[in-house]
Nanobody, 123 residues
Framework: QVQLVESGGGLVQAGGSLRLSCAAS????????MGWFRQAPGKDRDFVAA????????YYGDSVKGRFTISRDNAKNTVFLQMNSLKPEDTAVYFC????????????????WGQGTQVTVSS
């Protein structure tokens, strides 16, 4: 029902910024909670940020709080992740997810995933 496509990843230096976008198909985008997760090689997929569909409440993983900002534009069926003050440990494939279930900070509750976009932060 929902197809997600991430974009905006790339190679940046530590301290730099990137803005990821996740474009969702369908007219029911606004009814889904949206989240960003990331996965480094050989590691689990970790929670980064999420935003609810109803009141736009936001949640952040401890490692990115204060540096990353999640937002959504329901009219454009797009969720964003503004990443500032990037660190080498932020290097990972970033995945956009959509879910109607809770808790939205837990990846296994997500129903749809994009293919991911690579973010590499050099030191």
């Amino acid at each position: 029902q929902v197809q997600l496509v991430e974009s905006g990843g790339g190679l940046v230096q530590a301290g730099g910024s990137l803005r990821l976008s996740c474009a969702a198909s369908g007219r029911t985008f606004s009814s889904y909670h949206m989240g960003w997760f990331r996965q480094a090689p050989g590691k689990d997929r970790d929670f980064v940020a999420a935003i609810s569909w109803s009141v736009g409440a936001t949640y952040y993983g401890d490692s990115v709080k204060g540096r990353f900002t999640i937002s959504r534009d329901n009219a454009k069926n797009t969720v964003f992740l503004q990443m500032n003050s990037l660190k080498p440990e932020d290097t990972a494939v970033y995945f956009c997810g959509a879910t109607k279930r809770i808790p939205i900070v837990v990846g296994r509750f997500y129903d749809y995933w994009g293919q991911g976009t690579q973010v590499t932060v050099s030191s």
